[in-house]
Antibody, heavy 119, light 106 residues
Framework: QVQLQESGPGLVKPSQTLSLTCTVS??????????WSWIRQPAGKGLQWIGR???????NYNPSLKSRVTISGDTSKNQFSLKLSSVTAADTAVYYC???????????WGQGTLVTVSS | SYELIQAPSVSVSPGQTASITCSGD??????VCWYQQKPGQSPVLVLY???RRPSGIPERFSGSNSGNTATLTISGTQTMDEADYFC?????????FGGGTKLTVL
């Protein structure tokens, strides 16, 4: 059974860079069968896809966030990471990492981590 | 950009059938997934490829996708099905979610 676990600071100051890591167990991020994604959800609101990374290391990003987002992978640690620069209060949300599985569905999710942007 | 539109809320009585719709331009040309999210929990995939159930998802969850509308149907709705439901599809390599529908079972 694949498991994903997000980690990183729960509080980030405005204009700084949000950095999160997703540690994957029960499966390899370098497997050719799956992609790996970040998704966020502001309190009381809907889900927003941030981006994904392929086993090759190539990425796709949400156009609305593309200028501020970087997703990278570390196969030696079986982790992938999110960096979101120049954050504002609007970036306050629960951030989830997820596996992109069959027919590009998000079939496994982490528990989510709340990141608050505040001075 | 591509949008998926969902009604904010749907109510159903226990044992009845709930239908939650998701609308988008030429949606039938895309595969739609549905996620269930209960308060304080991560979303759970309940349908993929329009109508396929992952292992462990009850048979009362079914789906269809035709024209511009995808539908999640819950037959014999149970109180445990009360949750937010999100549809999702891909457009130009970008993941898109609907705004979510809160299903109330009462």
């Amino acid at each position: 059974q694949v498991q994903l676990q997000e980690s990183g600071p729960g509080l980030v100051k405005p204009s700084q860079t949000l950095s999160l890591t997703c540690t994957v167990s029960g499966g390899s991020i370098s497997s050719g069968s799956y992609y790996w994604s970040w998704i966020r959800q502001p309190a009381g609101k809907g889900l927003q896809w941030i981006g994904r990374i392929y086993p090759t290391g190539s990425t796709n990003y949400n156009p609305s966030l593309k200028s501020r987002v970087t997703i990278s992978g570390d196969t030696s640690k079986n982790q992938f990471s999110l960096k979101l620069s120049s954050v504002t209060a609007a970036d306050t949300a629960v951030y989830y990492c997820a596996r992109v599985g069959n027919y590009q569905s998000f079939d496994f999710w982490g528990q989510g981590t709340l990141v608050t942007v505040s001075s | 950009s591509y949008e998926l539109i969902q009604a904010p809320s749907v109510s159903v009585s226990p044992g009845q059938t709930a239908s939650i719709t998701c609308s988008g331009d030429k949606l039938t040309e895309k595969y739609v997934c549905w996620y269930q999210q209960k308060p304080g929990q991560s979303p759970v995939l309940v349908l993929y490829q329009d109508s396929r159930r992952p292992s462990g998802i009850p048979e009362r969850f079914s789906g269809s996708n035709s024209g511009n509308t995808a539908t999640l149907t819950i037959s014999g709705t149970q109180t445990m099905d009360e949750a937010d439901y999100f549809c999702q599809a891909w457009y130009n390599s970008t993941g898109v979610f609907g705004g979510g529908t809160k299903l109330t079972v009462l």
